[in-house]
């Protein structure tokens, strides 16, 4: 009697093949990956994860042939369209020109601007977007011929600016806006819109004349085309400097302070405008006619004998540890880099050591650091070695602190009171590099704000010119005066004060160009004189 041959298993596709699907439980697996994934599948997603051997692929290829009980003539594309409203880019309704100046219409009239590329969701479209309105525009297809865009459509049938066609400067056009601008208000254009040219401003002139762009050769500014045409002072082309006027400068300044300046020392009295920070580079770089390769602390080092870090004399690991144990003897305390002057070396400071210990200068090896001498030669206890840290946790700490202070807690905070041990400026290192468990890339203020809602200074919005001018005119609505610098919170802005805005206005924050101020600001849109005449 023949022995019947062994069974195997069966392969995955033939048991694929015969088992059936149903619209209900591919619609099941679309919405678990959605839930999973914040995502719909595609044909091209891959393997299905609550149905062993399935993939994406194989299911939008039975929609569509007609296999494994389905069917046919459908896809997966087609079904989420169907029964979940998904987008299907292969089946869109056809778009005309009409339609699309229509919804632009509409567009304009609810929020008082025209749309671009940019503006998002097109309101009851059904998930149209303004994206692929220009880019049907650009490519062609859905009814539409190609080779246009959205802002030429709206520039050609609406007449709005289209920043791609916009037409050339020249430097006499330019030279005319200025004096008509210093004619009008008593001073020279920094920034803001041109009152005798609707749709530019002085901004987007700077860029050309920087840029070389419309028409303009490049390589200049509004700046140096004032300042060589109209003879206004220009803050960027300093007199020229030499060796023996900064030493009178130092001199004078050791003569007033009894101390040699630095690169923080500020301006210099003597030569209204400079710092001794610009000063300092222009030894470095060799700028405003200095030969470059020295630096302030290098020329005080040859010229007046004062001491420079580079000259200063070498460090051993065991003349540190002795500075440290005096240290430890006379306070209780092991010292840290922030621990200022060392006490038996009034020339020195830790900060100095724990530099020299991290670079690698003064004769030490480099690589280490104060903290991990004193943890390997001195027992010292690590931040490594404490109990790690949750994100709860601290959040707790936070919300005790708050209702103690009313205020929430910064890195200048101190010590975390309910928390023997801890400081604020150390919880939030440790969030920053993933230290104690912590996952790192945080900081406490970026938590705070995700967690607690708080403002977090170092990721504010973005801000632009015209919606400054658009909250002064709101307060100028309300109170019949434009806002001053010191006018205190922004009513129309949340969390805003006028202040910052002048600030990011002067010093080019949140996306601002610079060079301008609040005031400025409103005097150049024409909304008030600003009281300050000079450049």
Not at 131 to 137: G, N, Y
Request: charged share 25%; hydrophobic share 35%.
């Amino acid at each position: 009697m023949t022995p019947s041959p062994t069974p195997t298993a069966e392969q995955p596709a033939k048991r694929l093949a015969r088992r059936r699907l149903t619209i209900q439980e591919i619609l099941r697996w679309c919405d678990d990956y959605r839930r999973a994934t914040g995502k719909w599948p595609t044909k091209d997603t891959g393997g299905i994860a609550d149905a062993k051997f399935e993939t994406w692929a194989n299911v939008d290829n039975a929609l569509r042939v007609g296999l494994r009980g389905l069917p046919g003539g459908s896809s997966l594309a087609r079904l989420l369209a169907e029964q979940r409203g998904v987008r299907n880019i292969h089946a869109l309704a056809p778009l005309t020109v009409e339609q699309i100046l229509a919804w632009a219409d509409a567009f304009h009239a609810r929020t008082g601007q025209w749309p671009k590329k940019k503006s998002g969701v097109i309101l009851d479209t059904g998930g149209e977007k303004w994206d692929f309105v220009d880019s049907a525009l650009q490519n062609g297809g859905r009814g539409l011929p190609g080779g246009s865009s959205l802002p030429r459509l709206l520039a050609e049938h609406r007449g709005i600016r289209n920043r791609k066609q916009l037409p050339s400067y020249t430097e006499q056009q330019i030279l005319a806006w200025a004096d008509a601008h210093h004619a009008r208000t008593g001073e020279w254009p920094t920034s803001g819109s041109i009152t005798d040219a609707p749709g530019e401003t002085w901004t987007a002139v700077q860029v050309a004349l920087r840029q070389g762009r419309r028409g303009l050769p490049g390589g200049s500014s509004l700046a140096l085309l004032l300042a060589e045409h109209r003879g206004v002072r220009n803050v960027w082309t300093r007199p020229l400097l030499n060796v023996e006027q900064t030493l009178e400068w130092a001199d004078a300044f050791h003569a007033r302070t009894g101390e040699w300046p630095h690169i923080e020392s500020g301006a210099i009295p003597e030569s209204p405008g400079d710092t001794w920070l610009a000063v300092n580079h222009s030894l470095r770089r060799g700028t405003r006619g200095l030969p470059g390769g020295s630096s302030l602390a290098k020329l005080l080092s040859a010229e007046r004998g004062v001491r420079y870090n580079v000259t200063a004399p070498p460090l051993t690991r065991k003349q540190i540890l002795a500075w440290a144990d005096a240290h430890f003897k006379k306070t209780g305390k092991w010292p840290t880099m922030d621990s200022g002057t060392i006490l038996d070396a009034p020339d020195e400071t830790w900060a100095a050591v724990d530099g020299a210990m991290k670079q690698g200068s003064r004769g030490l090896r480099g690589g280490s650091s104060l903290a991990w001498l004193l943890v390997k030669f001195r027992g010292k206890k690590s931040r490594l070695d404490q109990p790690p840290l949750s994100q709860k946790r601290i959040l707790a700490w936070c919300d005790a602190h708050f209702e103690r202070t009313g205020k929430w807690p910064n890195t200048n905070s101190g010590d975390v009171v309910d928390a023997a041990g801890e400081k604020w400026k150390r919880l939030d290192s440790d969030l920053r590099e993933g230290q104690r468990g912590l996952p790192g890339g945080s900081s406490l203020a970026k938590l705070l704000a995700r967690k607690r809602g708080l403002r977090n200074p170092a990721e504010l919005p973005l801000l632009t010119e015209a919606e400054i001018l658009r909250l002064a005119d709101l307060h100028f609505q309300r109170t019949s005066k434009y806002p001053y610098y010191n006018d205190g919170p922004v009513a129309d802005a949340p969390g805003e004060t006028w202040a910052a805005f002048d600030l990011a206005l002067r010093y080019g924050r949140r996306s601002l160009p610079g060079g301008s101020s609040l005031a400025k600001l409103l005097s150049a849109a024409g909304r008030k004189k600003h009281r300050n005449r000079g450049f």
